[in-house]
């Protein structure tokens, strides 16, 4: 049970989720066969324009599979911010690849695409780009980068569902494409993501490495290769579909919250995250940035103390135990980032007054720091 009286994010469940998950119970398909996979990978790709989709058990699995995918493998070098959720990193160790990391830029909080071509090197075989909060960043400068070096692009879109660039939907412009459906994204399925590519032979490598590498042809319980249990169940599936059914209304809420709290501290010193030229944010959470840290845990705690739940931006990946060797560079921006910004509560049922409200302690934390 979360404590606070106005929590960082809660999924918006309806009626249809529920009879949709009873239904599943009733047929008694409730693990990784049902009509609802099918239907969820066909209104996903539907939404996003992006020809093939196939369902798995979460957004980190989705990257790995992503990276088995396009064959990257151990010495080969990927370039990914440093300033991301740490899933992103990860799943490059798992098949024993080097995160190269990079800083990210102020205007947005994405990867900075000038320091993107200063890293590559020969090594260099991929470039994960993750949206962070919903921002995309310029799409057409980062595949000019990919053409010009002959690398594999990643969107890592577990942020961005609803994002768009000049009219394109997140996930259109890479290889290969990632999505989260954790309790907290802008759909969620309980656990789960999706993978997607406008490139039938990936998807087929994909879907066969996530069903633990069954063979195809006659032979049941025939596997050729070392494959993994990544399946999405059909129950988590069923609730997809019903969310994603309502994925513009959903949208159109979080985007009035966004503005309403843009509104609500226009005077206050605090930042929130930019919509870019040429895009469309999802604002996934809403997120503003302080002066300095000292401020920003300052103001958590404060508005902790008014019930109202926060939680700070990512901390850079290169400050953690387990990467801090892999780098010798600086990284500013990212620093600077994970230090000052304080992420809002986004639930897309959060009304108009709930955001009044915690405006109004935004405010009168700055008013007494004065």
């Not at 809660?10 to 008694?28: A, D, G």
């Not at 990867?111 to 993750?130: F, G, M, Q, R, Y």
């Not at 985007?255 to 605090?270: G, T, V």
Request: charged letters at 25%.
């Amino acid at each position: 049970m979360n404590k606070f009286k106005i929590p960082l994010y809660k999924p918006e469940i309806t009626k249809e989720e529920i009879l949709n998950v009873n239904e599943c119970l009733k047929s008694s398909w409730i693990s990784s066969k049902g009509k609802y996979l099918n239907e969820f990978e066909r209104l996903f790709s539907e939404y996003t324009k992006i020809k093939h989709s196939t369902a798995v058990v979460n957004g980190t699995a989705a990257l790995h599979l992503a990276l088995l995918g396009l064959n990257i493998k151990e010495n080969d070098e990927v370039i990914v911010p440093t300033f991301t959720y740490v899933a992103s990193v990860n799943a490059i160790r798992y098949v024993n690849a080097k995160p190269v990391f990079v800083d990210s830029s102020l205007d947005g909080w994405q990867l900075d695409l000038d320091e993107v071509e200063k890293k590559i090197s020969s090594k260099t075989k991929a470039i994960i780009c993750p949206h962070i909060y919903g921002q995309m960043t310029n799409m057409n400068k980062l595949n000019k980068l990919k053409k010009k070096y002959n690398l594999f692009l990643i969107e890592d879109c577990a942020e961005s569902l609803g994002s768009f660039f000049q009219s394109k939907h997140s996930g259109n412009f890479s290889d290969v494409a990632t999505f989260s459906f954790y309790g907290s994204k802008t759909i969620t399925t309980g656990e789960g993501g999706m993978v997607c590519s406008n490139n039938m032979k990936i998807i087929n490598k994909i879907t066969k490495l996530k069903l633990q590498g069954i063979a195809s042809g006659n032979r049941s319980y025939w596997h050729d290769v070392i494959g993994y249990n990544y399946k999405m169940t059909n129950i988590c599936a069923a609730i997809g579909v019903a969310q994603l059914k309502r994925i513009e209304l959903i949208l159109k809420k979080k985007r009035n919250l966004y503005f309403k709290y843009l509104k609500e501290l226009k005077d206050a010193p605090i930042k929130l995250q930019n919509e870019n030229k040429d895009t469309v944010n999802s604002f996934w959470l809403v997120g503003g940035i302080t002066k300095n840290k000292t401020i920003r845990n300052s103001l958590m705690t404060f508005l902790n103390k008014c019930s109202v739940e926060t939680r700070p931006g990512f901390y850079p990946i290169h400050t953690m135990p387990m990467y801090k060797r892999l780098n010798k560079s600086k990284f500013p921006v990212a620093n600077k980032l994970g230090s000052n910004i304080i992420c809002l509560p986004s639930s897309p049922d959060l009304s108009n007054k709930d955001i009044e409200y915690i405006c109004n302690k935004i405010k009168k934390f700055f008013k007494n720091k004065s």
